[in-house]
Structures are given as structure tokens and as C-alpha cells.
């Protein structure tokens, strides 16, 4: 399994999950512009994608969703909460996924996990490629981490984390107080150091690289999101790599060679 980023923050979310010939976009929080042309600096056509799974309905996430979904014929996978706010997408191409579910898509299982966050009903997801077994998990926008999540996501090879902001900067930066509370909330973003809590509490056996989405521009760095990260997994005796997804470009993010074995790539911007 290989998996690209195409873009993390708040100006917009994808990601590319490739299981020998078989693709899956992960949210699409671009035009369909942007989309195909982060698609075609990574070599791969929006025609080869079999699926559009959707975590939620915010813009930086659906965006594009419909308008990229008319054109290329895309499933869209999702909750029943999330699919109802897409009102352009036809009947047909509705996936409606449950919580606790497996989903078989092409080339890949899907399980689905109830998140906090204040959307309609968000969801992470667990991707097992059915060629080798690999496994990844994906937390995008967290305001807490429910045990099912944790649960869930033991025993990948990869995992992508939200690492969404600082926990100094938020409070010491320009953002309003009631903005700063309602991502500090339940329903908002998890800090660096809670991501590096659940990172390190999924640092078993079969782990072998994370990366880290959803960077706050104005209260995060990728250096600091890293390294709060990396001291967690060091800790929990993980000396693998943990990289920041770049925010405006493509990047790479990992590549599983086997169940068990794991060739890793920097995540540059292409």
C-alpha cells in the first residue's frame, strides 16, 4: 500500500491510499481543478480512482466532493449524516457507511469509527489493503479520542494522525477566545500532545510510519507538531518516522512494501 498527501490544513484535505492498481481518495477538499492537477503532479488520473470516501461534510474536507464525484463517476462512501448534507450527488452513487462496519470497496476493506467533532456525524477510518494486508488508519478532525478509535486503529502499519495545533500557541495567538474554546472543546481539534498520547498508544509491533495532518497555520509548526509526536513514539519505544504532510502540495507519505516490512519515503511536496 502506498499513500499520497494532497494537501493538510484548513485550506483543504485529500489523500491518495494505492493498493497495486487499485485507488481510493480519502476526503476532497479541493476543486475538482486543484483535485485532478495534485492528482497529475503524483501521476495518477482521476479516472483511476474507484472511490470517494468522505470523513465529513466541512468544506476543507467536501469541497469538491460533488463536482468531482458528476465528473468522474466516483461511489462516495460515507455516513448517513455526511451523505445527506451532499445534495448533488445522485441516489446511485450513495454509499451509506455505519459506524462499526466493514465496507468492502475495491482492493481494500473499510472500517468506519464514530468521531467527536462538530460535524454532522464524522467519522476515522481503518483501510486494509486485501493484497497484503496492510493497514492504516485515519483520524482526520478529532476533538477527543474515543476508546473505539484506539481500539480500531491497534495493529496498523501506518497511521495518519491529526496534530492540529500547539497547545502554547493556541492560547498565546491572535484567535478569539471563543474560538480558541471551541477547538480546545470535545468537538474541535486535538493537540500535538494528544495526538502524541494516541500515537504512542498505538505504537505496537506492526507500526512503522506516521504522518500528521490537519496543522493549524497560525498555531502549529510542522516542527514542533514533530517533534512533540516523535518524543511520545520514542518513548513508547518507536524509532520509525513521523513527518508533517506538506499543506498546499502533494507529498508522499508512506510506502508499505508488505504486512510486515515497510520502505518509507520522505513526505516532500512535488
Known amino acids: 500500500m502506498k499513500a499520497w498527501t494532497l494537501g493538510s490544513g484548513s485550506s483543504g484535505n485529500a489523500l491518495l491510499l494505492e493498493s497495486g492498481a487499485h485507488r ?22 482521476p479516472e483511476s480512482i ?3 470516501v468522505l470523513t465529513h461534510e466541512h468544506s476543507d ?22 451523505l445527506g448534507t451532499l445534495r448533488e450527488i445522485e441516489t446511485r452513487w450513495r454509499q451509506p457507511v455505519d459506524a462499526g462496519s466493514t465496507t468492502v470497496l475495491d482492493g481494500f476493506l473499510l472500517d468506519a469509527i464514530a468521531v467527536p467533532h462538530d460535524a454532522v456525524s464524522p467519522m476515522a477510518f481503518v483501510l486494509t489493503a486485501q493484497a497484503s494486508g496492510a493497514r492504516v488508519g485515519i483520524a482526520h478532525d478529532l476533538g477527543a479520542v474515543p476508546d473505539a478509535l484506539v481500539g480500531a486503529f491497534a495493529r496498523c502499519d501506518a497511521l495518519c494522525l491529526e496534530a492540529n495545533h500547539d497547545v502554547d500557541m493556541l492560547r498565546t495567538g491572535p484567535y478569539p477566545r471563543m474560538l480558541q474554546e471551541r477547538i480546545r472543546s470535545g468537538r474541535g481539534h486535538i493537540s500535538n500532545d494528544t495526538c502524541a498520547a494516541l500515537a504512542a498508544a498505538l505504537a505496537g509491533p506492526s507500526l512503522r510510519a506516521v504522518t500528521l495532518l490537519h496543522l493549524s497555520e497560525v498555531n502549529n ?15 513508547a519505544n518507536f524509532r520509525g518516522p513521523v513527518r508533517a504532510a506538506p499543506r498546499r502540495s502533494a507529498g508522499v507519505a508512506f510506502a508499505l512494501t508488505a504486512r510486515a516490512q515497510v520502505s518509507v519515503q520522505l513526505t516532500l511536496g512535488v
Do not use: M, N
Open 24 to 45: 481510493i481518495l480519502i476526503d476532497c477538499g479541493f476543486g475538482p481543478r486543484a483535485i485532478v492537477t495534485r492528482l497529475k503532479a503524483i501521476g495518477v488520473a
Open 50 to 52: 474507484s472511490a470517494l
Open 221 to 235: 509548526t510542522p516542527a514542533k507538531a514533530e517533534q512533540a509526536v516523535t518524543a511520545g513514539l520514542q518513548r
Open 61 to 82: 474536507h467536501a469541497i469538491g466532493a460533488e463536482r468531482a464525484q458528476k465528473k468522474y463517476r466516483w461511489p462516495v462512501y460515507a455516513s448517513t449524516g455526511t
